[in-house]
């Protein structure tokens, strides 16, 4: 019994062990930031100076009181349901007609996917010109009258923006779906058929409860990725027209690093932390309930 | 003997003499590599690959280990290098000497040889108290560059008050000519050209407006500042409808092709002319002011400084040595399509060239660092062009863009 003891003992100090070089990144790459970042929220600092003036909860009451956070937010989490709708149901439409037997569905599915293989910094750039030259152009030469710079206007950037993000992260997104697709046994749907579902049945009382775990997964993922939006505006509108398209991670770091609020920057960044977390915690509750009810 | 004695000791104080009076060499025994961050402006020219072909002749112990960027990431980076450590030299604009000279990050560079060749007034945009903390090397002029053939044809002079200006507006507008192109998709544009047309008037009331701004001496709601406001409104009235939807390319072309007579841009834009069409004649003049005072805006944005944290000295002098000769201020300036601030070099010239030397030469040339000193781009005027972009798109009124633009006046002020 004893040996039996210390057997497991030492198991479990391997296994332990084995986890330590992980730990170690984890610690240093992210817990030791977000100590530090709580640390100098707690201080009004430029980010510069030797001197830190201790503030306490001072710069969260700020942000409180900030007007521009509130817009931030609204234009934050608007942009986020927005883009999670088209993108979620985009790629689950894509995968399901690129699980089908279309002609060369291997060229469409790689056309779809390359663009998550650009930077985001890359696909403002890109997006910026299409709007602003391409596409003027080519409406210009066909003699149309349609407005295509969506970049240029408040009422307009949020599409434009979505358009965009959506165009770079649908095929990453289609690709988890199409896994998921895979290993959806056959006889699910030979048995809809002998009942009678038709297609449209079938995706919704088979496809869909099926893919539960990875609609779980994109929702979560596109979700919480929309709201940390920030590097395709620093080259696609650097968040204009005016504020139009500020969003709060772009809003932190103008004011971290632009502005020399480098401890109100620390308490944004702290602020945003704590509302993924819940977001991604409610939405968690959410699916897993409705996945044990399907 | 005694004559022999007398004569070395002549001979050595002459030599003594002559040393003290002669430049300090710099030599460079180790091989040394020095870490040098570059604000890359937006022209791609590989020139630090010339920089290090000529340091290889000059200094071929040492070594330039780049690291590039753009002028809108400098803040960030030199937060993290302020606390990880400085690059040896960093090459940003003239105006940080300023935004950084508090935390006494740039070493003092007075009293060095190669700042002989730099032209004295230039000299003036890094100097913070008694301290020159750059070297100026590079210059571009910002105004209102115009289309001559256009105001030839229809008989126009540049303005020197905005009546004027409007006038020439009209006068175009009646012919089927937009008087002004822009490209205010490009936000820090926009900025800019607030930044000036506003400034303008408010160095126009006083030189010293941003440290009376801070003191609370003065307010956005003051009439200088609301004849600002007036003036970039008016600008933006007179360009194209799609103004805040396109970008310097397009803007360019239109000025190019002559759809607009006038385009208020920094001096780069010579470049890009010049490249879409060398055989377009344009001048610039001064974006007036009511008071007829409107001055060429003139910005040292190459600047060479030095940590003063560096452990390279001799190196990093090495460096700046061969920068300051003729031939390497020469390739940069033609390169970057700027002025070169080092006596002798050739300088790039642009057909707008004749203007700019008679507006300097007059005293209607402004250092840009004058107004960012007081009032910063960062902290001040992005801020509040955003907030300008949000009246006249309707979402605040005059009374909150002025309360919000008087909330940041603690940044203001010489520093």
Redesign the interface.
């Known amino acids: 019994m004893n040996k039996n003891l210390s057997y497991q003992r030492r198991m479990r100090l391997q296994y332990a062990s084995l986890m330590v070089p992980a730990l170690v990144l984890f610690t240093v790459g992210l817990i030791v930031p977000i100590i530090m970042c709580f640390y100098f929220s707690l201080f009004s600092w430029d ?3 030797a001197e830190k003036v201790f503030l306490g909860l001072g710069n969260y009451t700020q942000i409180v009181h900030d007007e521009y956070v509130m817009g931030t937010w609204k234009f934050t989490i608007l942009f986020a349901v927005m883009n999670s709708i088209i993108a979620d149901v985009g790629a689950l439409l894509l995968a399901v007609l690129l699980d089908s037997a279309i002609r060369a569905r291997t060229l469409h599915r790689t056309l779809v996917f390359i663009p998550c293989l650009f930077s985001s910094i890359v696909t403002g750039f890109v997006w ?2 299409i ?3 391409v596409l ?1 152009g080519i409406v210009e030469s066909l003699g149309l009258k349609i407005y295509t ?1 969506l ?4 009422n307009t950037v949020m599409a434009g923006l979505t358009i965009a993000n959506c165009w770079q992260w649908i095929g990453l997104w289609m690709m988890i779906y199409l896994a998921a697709l895979q290993s959806i046994s056959p006889e699910y749907y030979e048995a809809a058929r002998v009942d009678g579902a038709n297609a449209v049945q079938r995706f919704f009382h088979v496809t869909v409860p099926m893919l539960m775990p990875a609609i779980i997964t994109c929702t979560v993922g596109l979700t919480t990725g929309a709201l940390k939006t920030y590097d395709i505006l620093v080259t696609a ?8 398209s500020n969003t709060i991670v772009y809003y932190t ?1 103008n004011a ?5 609020q ?1 401890g109100y920057g620390s308490a944004m960044s702290v602020s945003l932390i704590i509302m993924l977390l819940i977001v991604a915690v409610v939405q968690l509750k959410l699916f897993s309930k409705k996945e044990v009810q399907l | 003997m005694k004559r022999l004695l007398t004569l070395a000791l002549a001979l050595m104080l002459a030599l003594t003499l002559l040393s003290s009076g002669m430049a300090e060499a710099i030599t460079v025994d180790e091989p040394t590599t020095i870490r040098v961050l570059w604000c890359q402006p937006s022209v791609l020219s590989g020139l630090e690959y010339e920089v290090e072909a000529a340091m290889a002749d000059a200094y071929p112990n040492v070594t330039i280990d780049w690291e590039l960027i753009t002028w809108e990431d400098l803040p960030s980076k030199m937060q993290q290098y302020m606390q990880s450590g400085m690059p040896d030299v960093v090459i940003a604009k003239s105006q940080d000497a300023n935004n950084y000279a508090q935390y006494g990050v740039w070493a003092d560079l007075s009293g060095k040889s190669y700042l002989d060749t730099i032209y004295t007034e230039a000299i003036s945009s890094t100097t913070i108290g008694d301290q020159i903390l750059g070297m100026p090397y590079l210059a571009s002029y910002g105004g209102v560059y115009y289309n001559r053939a256009i105001f030839a044809q229809y008989g126009l002079e540049p303005p020197t008050t905005v009546d004027e200006l409007k006038h020439i507006c009209e006068v175009l507008k009646e012919n089927g000519i937009t008087p002004f192109a822009t490209h205010f998709l490009d936000a820090w544009f926009w900025g800019w050209e607030v930044a000036i047309a506003v400034s303008g008037e408010l160095m126009s009331t006083s030189e010293t407006w941003g440290d009376e701004y801070k003191a609370g001496e003065r307010s956005a709601a003051d009439e200088d500042m609301q004849r600002g406001i007036d003036l970039i409104q008016y600008i933006v009235d007179n360009t194209f409808e799609d103004c805040f939807s396109v970008e310097q390319t397009t803007c360019d072309a239109r000025f190019v092709k002559g759809e607009a007579a006038m385009q208020c841009d920094m001096a780069t834009v010579s470049f890009n002319f010049m490249t879409l069409d060398p055989t377009l004649d344009f001048g610039v003049f001064p974006l007036p002011t009511s008071q007829g005072d409107g001055c060429l805006i003139m910005e040292c944005d190459t600047t060479f400084f030095k940590s003063s944290t560096t452990e390279h000295e001799d190196a990093v002098d090495a460096l700046l040595s061969v920068m300051a000769t003729t031939d390497m201020a020469s390739m940069w300036s033609q390169a970057q399509g700027e002025g070169s601030l080092v006596e002798g070099a050739v300088s790039f010239e642009t057909p707008a060239q004749s203007d700019i030397d008679y507006y300097s030469g007059i005293g209607l040339s402004v250092e840009q660092n004058k107004i960012t000193n007081q009032i910063p781009y960062n902290e001040y005027w992005a801020e509040f062009t955003a907030d300008l972009t949000e009246y006249m798109n309707n979402s605040i009124d005059m009374d909150t863009l002025v309360e919000r633009a008087d909330s940041r006046r603690g940044a203001c002020g010489a520093k």
């Open positions: 980010g510069f100076a910026k010109k709007y602003s030259v003027p710079q970049f240029g206007s408040p509108t650097e968040g204009g027209p005016g504020r139009s770091f971290a690093f632009k502005l020399k480098y």
